[in-house]
T-cell receptor, first 114, second 110 residues
Framework: DTGVSQDPRHKITKRGQNVTFRCDPI?????LYWYRQTLGQGPEFLTY????????KSRLLSDRFSAERPKGSFSTLEIQRTEQGDSAMYLC????????????FGPGTRLLVL | QKEVEQNSGPLSVPEGAIASLNCTYS??????FFWYRQYSGKSPELIMS????GDKEDGRFTAQLNKASQYVSLLIRDSQPSDSATYLC??????????FGTGTRLQVFP
């Protein structure tokens, strides 16, 4: 399978715990994006990387959220001190190295904070 | 005004009919437009991309773009029950991120 992969697919945690999600993009894609989707809404942009550089962060991304892409390949998204409002589907997408290029989505990580 | 607007539906059409899904956007400098299909509990999958005014056809799908009216649509011909899903319109306003509408839920009944 050469598509975008994400791990884990599901995560249940208690409020206040930290969680980390991983995304592996399509191998030749330099750009990697994180989105969050709640029920009944479209995905909302969180942040994106071009290679290892984090180029933009949404105002949605509070200081409890941090994302890294240390070697320009896979990326991690960490949420510290989770809150019930963090419950959502976290989607990763990747694309070639131009802004108008199509973004291909991974299967997502569904987070439930109890 | 939302940046990308879609009717949430549901849009119900009989099998074999044409389903017409519409989307308007607010940012005039937007250059690229995408339709994604999302089944319940799954992630979005690309249906069509369109960059120029006019129609773009791919199998049973036709995307239509009118930049002057800030309007993009998706037509699905010969609709099948398997087309029942939420269709997300996404716009790239040349800011390297996609802005999504809330999606239109399509129901195709036999």
């Amino acid at each position: 399978d050469t598509g975008v992969s994400q791990d884990p697919r599901h995560k249940i945690t208690k409020r206040g715990q930290n969680v980390t999600f991983r995304c592996d993009p399509i191998s030749e894609h330099n750009r990697l994006y994180w989105y969050r989707q709640t029920l009944g809404q479209g995905p909302e942009f969180l942040t994106y990387f071009q290679n290892e550089a984090q180029l933009e962060k949404s105002r949605l991304l509070s200081d409890r959220f941090s994302a890294e892409r240390p070697k320009g390949s896979f990326s991690t998204l960490e949420i510290q001190r989770t809150e019930q409002g963090d419950s959502a589907m976290y989607l990763c997408a990747s694309s070639l190295d131009r802004s108008e290029e199509t973004q291909y989505f991974g299967p997502g990580t569904r987070l439930l904070v109890l | 005004q939302k940046e990308v607007e879609q009717n949430s539906g549901p849009l119900s059409v009989p099998e074999g009919a044409i389903a017409s899904l519409n989307c308007t956007y607010s940012d005039r400098v937007s250059q690229s437009f995408f339709w994604y299909r999302q089944y319940s509990g799954k992630s979005p999958e690309l249906i069509m991309s369109i960059y120029s005014n006019g129609d773009k056809e791919d199998g049973r799908f036709t995307a239509q773009l009118n930049k002057a009216s800030q309007y993009v649509s998706l037509l699905i011909r010969d609709s099948q029950p398997s087309d029942s899903a939420t269709y997300l319109c996404a716009v790239n306003p040349h800011t390297d991120k996609l802005i999504f509408g809330t999606g239109t839920r399509l129901q195709v009944f036999p």
